[in-house]
Protein backbone atom coordinates (compact mmCIF):
# COMPACT_ATOMS: atom_id res chain seq x y z
CA UNK A 1 0.00 0.00 0.00
CA UNK A 2 1.69 3.19 -1.22
CA UNK A 3 2.05 6.16 -0.02
CA UNK A 4 2.92 9.30 2.88
CA UNK A 5 2.68 9.22 6.28
CA UNK A 6 3.19 11.64 8.30
CA UNK A 7 3.29 11.46 12.25
CA UNK A 8 2.45 12.76 14.60
CA UNK A 9 -0.73 14.24 13.22
CA UNK A 10 -1.10 16.56 15.86
CA UNK A 11 2.25 17.33 17.96
CA UNK A 12 2.38 20.04 20.94
CA UNK A 13 5.31 21.82 22.18
CA UNK A 14 6.55 24.66 24.37
CA UNK A 15 7.55 28.13 22.75
CA UNK A 16 11.62 27.87 22.50
CA UNK A 17 12.00 23.96 21.76
CA UNK A 18 13.04 22.62 18.38
CA UNK A 19 10.59 19.95 17.09
CA UNK A 20 11.12 17.56 13.89
CA UNK A 21 7.96 16.44 11.74
CA UNK A 22 8.62 13.29 10.02
CA UNK A 23 7.87 12.48 6.79
CA UNK A 24 8.21 9.15 5.09
CA UNK A 25 7.13 7.95 1.79
CA UNK A 26 7.32 4.28 0.01
CA UNK A 27 6.49 5.85 -3.61
CA UNK A 28 10.19 6.05 -4.82
CA UNK A 29 9.39 9.18 -6.06
CA UNK A 30 12.95 11.43 -6.46
CA UNK A 31 11.27 14.77 -5.06
CA UNK A 32 10.02 15.80 -1.86
CA UNK A 33 8.39 18.96 -0.58
CA UNK A 34 7.07 20.98 2.71
CA UNK A 35 4.34 22.82 3.27
CA UNK A 36 2.41 25.50 5.71
CA UNK A 37 -0.89 26.22 5.81
CA UNK A 38 -2.35 28.48 7.73
CA UNK A 39 -5.97 29.48 7.95
CA UNK A 40 -7.71 31.46 4.92
CA UNK A 41 -4.19 30.99 2.70
CA UNK A 42 -2.75 28.66 0.28
CA UNK A 43 -0.29 25.95 0.72
CA UNK A 44 3.86 27.99 1.29
CA UNK A 45 6.55 25.93 -0.08
CA UNK A 46 8.71 25.64 2.91
CA UNK A 47 11.45 23.31 1.78
CA UNK A 48 11.97 21.29 -1.16
CA UNK A 49 14.68 18.44 -2.32
CA UNK A 50 14.90 17.01 -5.66
CA UNK A 51 16.87 14.35 -4.93
CA UNK A 52 18.50 12.73 -2.17
CA UNK A 53 21.58 14.42 -0.12
CA UNK A 54 19.77 17.92 -2.12
CA UNK A 55 17.52 20.52 -0.86
CA UNK A 56 16.58 23.90 -1.56
CA UNK A 57 14.78 26.66 0.07
CA UNK A 58 11.02 27.20 -0.58
CA UNK A 59 9.33 30.72 -0.11
CA UNK A 60 9.60 30.67 3.55
CA UNK A 61 12.73 28.77 4.40
CA UNK A 62 13.01 30.99 7.64
CA UNK A 63 13.36 28.76 10.95
CA UNK A 64 13.40 25.66 9.46
CA UNK A 65 15.52 23.19 8.47
CA UNK A 66 15.57 19.84 6.47
CA UNK A 67 17.61 16.75 5.63
CA UNK A 68 17.60 14.01 3.00
CA UNK A 69 19.43 11.12 3.87
CA UNK A 70 17.31 8.73 2.49
CA UNK A 71 14.94 8.77 -0.48
CA UNK A 72 12.47 7.70 1.45
CA UNK A 73 12.81 10.32 4.13
CA UNK A 74 12.50 13.78 4.87
CA UNK A 75 12.00 15.48 7.93
CA UNK A 76 11.32 18.66 8.73
CA UNK A 77 12.69 20.38 12.05
CA UNK A 78 10.85 23.56 13.60
CA UNK A 79 13.33 25.79 15.33
CA UNK A 80 12.95 28.36 17.99
CA UNK A 81 14.01 30.73 15.32
CA UNK A 82 10.88 30.24 13.37
CA UNK A 83 8.23 33.36 14.63
CA UNK A 84 5.24 31.77 14.39
CA UNK A 85 5.07 28.10 14.13
CA UNK A 86 1.88 26.96 15.04
CA UNK A 87 0.34 25.63 11.74
CA UNK A 88 -0.58 22.55 9.67
CA UNK A 89 2.34 20.91 8.08
CA UNK A 90 2.04 19.49 4.60
CA UNK A 91 5.13 17.07 3.32
CA UNK A 92 4.50 15.69 -0.60
CA UNK A 93 6.32 14.24 -2.98
CA UNK A 94 6.47 13.76 -6.98
CA UNK A 95 7.87 11.02 -8.86
CA UNK A 96 10.34 13.42 -10.89
CA UNK A 97 11.97 16.52 -10.33
CA UNK A 98 9.89 18.28 -13.29
CA UNK A 99 6.97 20.94 -13.80
CA UNK A 100 4.62 18.82 -14.99
CA UNK A 101 4.67 16.33 -11.81
CA UNK A 102 1.57 16.15 -9.87
CA UNK A 103 2.55 16.01 -6.07
CA UNK A 104 0.86 13.50 -4.08
CA UNK A 105 0.65 14.74 0.00
CA UNK A 106 0.35 13.13 3.07
CA UNK A 107 -2.29 13.75 5.71
CA UNK A 108 -0.77 16.70 7.18
CA UNK A 109 0.72 17.08 10.90
CA UNK A 110 -1.15 20.01 12.96
CA UNK A 111 2.19 21.65 15.02
CA UNK A 112 0.65 23.94 18.04
CA UNK A 113 3.21 26.12 20.40
CA UNK A 114 2.30 26.89 23.62
CA UNK B 1 3.81 38.99 -4.01
CA UNK B 2 0.21 36.65 -4.48
CA UNK B 3 1.01 34.83 -7.80
CA UNK B 4 -2.04 32.97 -8.03
CA UNK B 5 -5.30 34.13 -6.62
CA UNK B 6 -8.39 32.74 -5.77
CA UNK B 7 -10.81 35.35 -5.30
CA UNK B 8 -13.82 33.61 -3.97
CA UNK B 9 -12.79 32.37 -0.40
CA UNK B 10 -16.52 30.40 -0.61
CA UNK B 11 -19.02 29.23 -3.00
CA UNK B 12 -22.49 27.56 -2.23
CA UNK B 13 -24.45 25.68 -4.77
CA UNK B 14 -27.64 22.89 -5.12
CA UNK B 15 -26.70 19.20 -5.66
CA UNK B 16 -27.16 18.69 -9.24
CA UNK B 17 -26.06 22.08 -10.29
CA UNK B 18 -23.13 23.61 -11.80
CA UNK B 19 -19.60 24.43 -9.76
CA UNK B 20 -17.60 27.46 -11.13
CA UNK B 21 -14.32 27.50 -9.20
CA UNK B 22 -12.19 30.36 -10.55
CA UNK B 23 -8.47 31.08 -10.42
CA UNK B 24 -6.26 34.04 -11.96
CA UNK B 25 -2.46 34.19 -12.45
CA UNK B 26 0.36 37.43 -12.68
CA UNK B 27 3.30 35.23 -13.96
CA UNK B 28 3.31 34.14 -17.70
CA UNK B 29 5.82 32.02 -17.42
CA UNK B 30 3.41 29.64 -15.57
CA UNK B 31 2.80 27.00 -18.24
CA UNK B 32 1.36 23.82 -16.26
CA UNK B 33 -1.55 24.19 -14.19
CA UNK B 34 -3.67 21.58 -11.50
CA UNK B 35 -6.32 21.51 -9.31
CA UNK B 36 -6.34 19.95 -5.72
CA UNK B 37 -9.31 19.25 -3.40
CA UNK B 38 -8.98 19.11 0.06
CA UNK B 39 -11.09 17.80 3.20
CA UNK B 40 -10.55 19.17 6.52
CA UNK B 41 -6.93 17.90 8.43
CA UNK B 42 -6.68 15.80 5.47
CA UNK B 43 -4.11 16.30 2.53
CA UNK B 44 -4.76 17.54 -0.44
CA UNK B 45 -5.68 15.48 -3.40
CA UNK B 46 -4.72 15.76 -7.11
CA UNK B 47 -8.10 16.19 -8.91
CA UNK B 48 -7.32 17.45 -13.12
CA UNK B 49 -4.27 19.57 -14.59
CA UNK B 50 -3.69 21.12 -17.99
CA UNK B 51 -1.36 22.22 -19.70
CA UNK B 52 -0.77 25.70 -21.19
CA UNK B 53 -0.69 24.03 -24.85
CA UNK B 54 -4.69 23.18 -24.30
CA UNK B 55 -7.69 25.39 -23.28
CA UNK B 56 -10.08 22.13 -22.51
CA UNK B 57 -9.45 19.08 -20.18
CA UNK B 58 -11.77 16.96 -19.06
CA UNK B 59 -12.33 14.11 -16.67
CA UNK B 60 -15.74 12.76 -15.87
CA UNK B 61 -17.53 15.50 -13.95
CA UNK B 62 -14.61 17.63 -13.91
CA UNK B 63 -13.60 20.00 -16.63
CA UNK B 64 -10.81 22.64 -16.20
CA UNK B 65 -10.42 25.61 -18.30
CA UNK B 66 -7.82 27.74 -19.20
CA UNK B 67 -7.71 31.28 -20.95
CA UNK B 68 -4.35 32.25 -21.56
CA UNK B 69 -4.64 35.80 -22.37
CA UNK B 70 -6.71 36.40 -19.69
CA UNK B 71 -4.39 34.44 -17.17
CA UNK B 72 -7.29 33.12 -15.64
CA UNK B 73 -8.27 28.97 -15.33
CA UNK B 74 -11.70 27.65 -14.25
CA UNK B 75 -12.65 24.17 -12.60
CA UNK B 76 -15.88 22.93 -13.81
CA UNK B 77 -17.84 20.20 -11.48
CA UNK B 78 -21.32 18.68 -13.28
CA UNK B 79 -23.09 17.57 -11.81
CA UNK B 80 -22.71 18.86 -8.01
CA UNK B 81 -22.11 16.35 -5.40
CA UNK B 82 -22.57 17.06 -1.49
CA UNK B 83 -19.51 14.76 -1.51
CA UNK B 84 -17.78 17.27 -3.35
CA UNK B 85 -18.11 20.01 -0.45
CA UNK B 86 -14.02 20.61 0.20
CA UNK B 87 -11.58 23.29 -0.53
CA UNK B 88 -10.34 23.29 -3.95
CA UNK B 89 -6.91 24.77 -4.40
CA UNK B 90 -5.34 25.92 -7.95
CA UNK B 91 -1.95 25.74 -8.53
CA UNK B 92 0.66 26.35 -11.02
CA UNK B 93 4.19 25.29 -12.29
CA UNK B 94 6.50 26.96 -14.83
CA UNK B 95 9.40 25.01 -16.43
CA UNK B 96 12.08 27.40 -15.59
CA UNK B 97 10.86 26.79 -11.78
CA UNK B 98 11.27 22.81 -11.81
CA UNK B 99 9.23 21.10 -9.87
CA UNK B 100 7.98 24.05 -7.63
CA UNK B 101 4.06 24.22 -7.11
CA UNK B 102 2.59 27.92 -6.12
CA UNK B 103 -0.95 27.83 -4.82
CA UNK B 104 -4.03 29.99 -4.76
CA UNK B 105 -5.64 30.50 -1.25
CA UNK B 106 -8.15 28.28 -1.74
CA UNK B 107 -12.18 27.93 -2.38
CA UNK B 108 -14.41 26.63 -0.20
CA UNK B 109 -17.16 24.02 -2.17
CA UNK B 110 -20.57 23.29 -0.35
CA UNK B 111 -23.26 21.16 -1.80
CA UNK B 112 -26.41 21.22 -0.69
CA UNK B 113 -28.51 18.13 -0.92
Known amino acids: DGGITQSPKYLFRKEGQNVTLSCEQN?????MYWYRQDPGQGLRLIYY???????QKGDIAEGYSVSREKKESFPLTVTSAQKNPTAFYLC?????????????FGPGTRLTVL | DQQVKQNSPSLSVQEGRISILNCDYT??????FLWYKKYPAEGPTFLIS?????DKNEDGRFTVFLNKSAKHLSLHIVPSQPGDSAVYFC????????????FGEGTQLTVNP
Open chain 1, 92 to 104: ASSMEASYRNEQF
Open chain 1, 27 to 31: LNHDA
Open chain 1, 49 to 55: SQIVNDF
Open chain 2, 27 to 32: NSMFDY
Open chain 2, 50 to 54: ISSIK
Open chain 2, 91 to 102: AASARTSGSRLT
